[in-house]
């Protein structure tokens, strides 16, 4: 492990991705879960923020990283930069160290993090680059194709060593919800009504 000195956060890679703080893996979900761009920060305490949506409004918080922290969030989704499944790898590693260098810096000012796995399969691994083995916490968007939500659940299981980590899927529908329902995911969509729980759940799944 060294420090990358033109971030001062530490890295474990050639590519000088940060790496993330193990203390402060999401080990439950707070919430409200509320998408970023859709409420001013000041007005939602707490909860979770998540970051599946359009590029234009999250993209000024590389610029302006602190506007996530003064919402004082228990926790965030990674910012899900997107990944044009046939680009260059180099511009996919760019948009990957973009998202874990936002992530390991949130950690720093006590915001706990939730792994994205939403990204072409083909740069999957460089995905995990900056991630620790045992990492226990994921998310993902949900997909019409519900194989490759069981392969990134798969993925979760393997990179963390255990078979049921905390593994939250976003929106995609019934089929979607339903799936979630019978591997005991996380699903919730905040386009289609308010979340009633309020609460947190632990990484199993269960209320706390």
Known sequence: MRVYGGGGLPVDNEWDIPVLDEERCAGM?????TPWGTKNVQVVRGGTWHFYTWDDKFEGLWKKPDKVPEGE??????VNFS??????????????YR????????QS????IIVDLNVPQRFERLNLLGVPRGWSAYATR????LEKLLHQYGLAQEHSGRSNPLFWVYAGGEQVRALAQANRWL???TYRGPLVYKGRYRAD???G
């Open 109 to 112: 000012r006590g915001i706990n």
């Open 142 to 145: 949900g997909s019409w194709d």
């Open 187 to 189: 699903y919730c969509d």
């Open 83 to 96: 990944i044009d499944p046939d680009g260059p790898a180099a511009v996919a590693l760019y948009q990957i």
């Open 205 to 207: 799944g269960s209320k």
């Open 99 to 106: 998202k874990r260098w936002l992530s390991r810096y949130w």
């Open 73 to 78: 969030p228990f926790g965030c989704v990674e």
């Open 29 to 33: 979900m707070a919430m409200p879960v």
